[in-house]
């Protein structure tokens, strides 16, 4: 993990060193990087989700000058599990060149794609396989880019994008949504396209409570219940979506399953535990009870 980030002698450091001291020493320091980095990974996550969710092109690329080059791989991981679409996210540095990292979604081979974009001169240079590539590209080619891969994704799809298909890690109870859980998770990171989050189900939730938060209501705020306890929840760039309908609708006394991830809620220095919502279903029957 902190090789993202430029640590990455550190860990064989630690490895073969035969001091104690000095093991301990570079423990903490790797223990910081690793914070570090997913504090740069989750701003500009939800930097790239804001960016992704005003794009109306079926394969999602994002820039920006100030994203670390480290962490865009697990971004673009992070986006495409979200839209349920190819994202590719670009950190571009001063000189107008950018490094890229996208993942696929089935059906659209990403690392053929990103090579014949090599081949056609719109990159300078890329590869990788069916679900995940990485690349470099001038700023001034990224329109190019965008027009070339949406053609062929069409292509590759036959003209039919797939609808979203989530996979969950297992049911979770808002009783069982306590610290020591997201603690566990922390230690399974860090997550990638080969390691995914992992993501749960809290089934039969009531919405106590809701209401869009943030620059123009972007994201809504929201309190659940599934009876062994209450939970607050947030899902980013929902307002003016279905996803943030459903769950405003929910309020009137209508159960939701609810998909999304273990957070700890750190705004403004916090610590208390949150729910990430990704998407929501209206279970068979779900009236109001």
């Known amino acids: 993990?902190?090789?993202?980030?430029?640590?990455?002698?550190?860990?064989?450091?630690?490895?073969?060193?035969n001091s104690s001291d000095e093991a301990a020493g570079l423990a903490?320091?790797?223990?910081?990087?690793?914070?570090?980095?997913?504090?740069?990974?989750?701003?500009?996550?939800?930097?790239?989700?804001?960016?992704?969710?005003?794009?109306?092109?079926?394969?999602?690329?994002?820039?920006?000058?100030?994203?670390?080059?480290?962490?865009?791989?697990?971004?673009?991981?992070?986006?495409?599990?979200?839209?349920?679409?190819?994202?590719?996210?670009?950190?571009?540095?001063d000189d107008g060149i950018g490094k890229g990292s996208g993942r696929s979604i089935a059906g659209f081979r990403l690392g053929n794609a990103i090579i014949a974009a090599h081949q056609a001169g719109i990159l300078e240079g890329g590869g990788g396989h069916d679900m995940a590539a990485g690349?470099?590209?001038?700023?001034?080619?990224?329109?190019?880019?965008?027009?070339?891969?949406?053609?062929?994704?069409m292509a590759d799809l036959n003209g039919v994008i797939p609808q979203t298909m989530h996979k969950?890690?297992?049911?979770?109870?808002?009783?069982?949504?306590?610290?020591?859980?997201?603690?566990?998770?922390?230690?399974?990171?860090?997550?990638?396209?080969?390691?995914?989050?992992?993501?749960?189900?809290?089934p039969d939730c009531r919405i106590k409570s809701a209401k869009?938060?943030?620059?123009?209501?972007?994201?809504?705020?929201?309190?659940?219940?599934?009876?062994?306890g209450t939970l607050n929840a947030i899902a980013f760039q929902a307002g003016g979506t279905p996803l943030g309908q459903a769950v405003a609708d929910a309020r009137d006394g209508h159960y939701l399953h609810i998909l999304g991830r273990v957070r700890r809620d750190r705004f403004r220095g916090g610590n208390a535990m949150q729910f990430e919502i990704d998407d929501v279903a209206v279970p068979p029957l779900a009236f109001a009870r």
């Open 212 to 228: 869009f938060v943030g620059e123009a209501g972007a994201h809504l705020s929201c309190r659940l219940d599934d009876g062994s």
């Open 28 to 93: 903490l320091r790797l223990d910081e990087m690793n914070r570090e980095r997913k504090q740069i990974g989750e701003g500009i996550r939800i930097a790239a989700i804001d960016r992704a969710a005003e794009i109306v092109h079926p394969v999602l690329i994002m820039h920006d000058r100030s994203w670390h080059e480290g962490v865009i791989g697990i971004v673009a991981g992070r986006v495409r599990e979200r839209f349920g679409k190819p994202a590719l996210v670009i950190a571009m540095n």
């Open 135 to 153: 690349f470099t590209v001038r700023a001034d080619k990224i329109d190019d880019l965008q027009q070339f891969l949406n053609d062929r994704l």
């Open 168 to 202: 969950a890690s297992g049911l979770l109870s808002i009783a069982g949504c306590k610290p020591d859980l997201a603690d566990w998770l922390d230690r399974l990171g860090p997550f990638g396209s080969g390691n995914p989050e992992p993501r749960f189900v809290i």
């Open 1 to 17: 993990a902190a090789g993202r980030i430029g640590g990455s002698g550190l860990g064989v450091k630690l490895l073969t060193c």
